[in-house]
């Protein structure tokens, strides 16, 4: 039991490398203060991470749309476009920044298809990962209403 706390204060002080630099917030109080947390109270780590990636990647909304897309896509929005009852695509604004916006197939009989998969806790997944040939190339997950960047799976 002693070596859990260790592993854990391990695993978050990596993940707060990755994460708090991206907002320069990284700082040795921090990492220290969660390393006492860890110790001392046992906190699971999957729990801690779940709340840094909320705080830090805040979800998107998914709307579902008759007919056609709205003019104007909002940011952190998924777009479900549906007629006469059939999903036909998906849509978003790519969460890099380049304000493109991606039109994801769902029809089965089509090629590139995605799938649209609702959560039991009402968030939505897309299957398989979005990646951008052209452009800016960006590569992601959209899990659980969130965009998981494939680099930052794999650091």
């Not at 706390?5 to 695993?11: E, I, M, T, V």
């Not at 929005?77 to 769902?106: K, R, S, W």
Request: one cysteine or more.
């Amino acid at each position: 039991m002693a070596s859990a706390p260790s592993s854990c204060a391990k695993s978050v002080e990596v993940m707060l490398n990755r994460s708090w630099a991206k907002l320069n917030l990284r700082s040795e109080k921090v990492t220290n203060w969660i390393r006492l947390v860890c110790a001392r109270l046992g906190v699971r780590l999957h729990l801690l991470k779940r709340r840094v990636i909320t705080w830090l990647n805040p979800p998107y909304r998914t709307i579902e749309v008759d007919g056609s897309l709205p003019s104007q896509l909002k940011k952190n929005t998924l777009y479900i476009v549906a007629e006469d009852g059939f999903q036909e695509q998906a849509a978003m604004l790519c969460p890099c920044g380049c304000a493109q916006i991606l039109h994801l197939n769902l029809l089965p009989d089509e090629r590139p298809v995605w799938r649209v998969l609702r959560n039991r806790d009402g968030t939505t997944s897309l299957r398989p990962s979005v990646w951008r040939k052209r452009g800016c190339h960006s590569h992601f997950w959209f899990r659980d209403s969130r965009v998981i960047w494939v680099n930052d799976l794999h650091k």
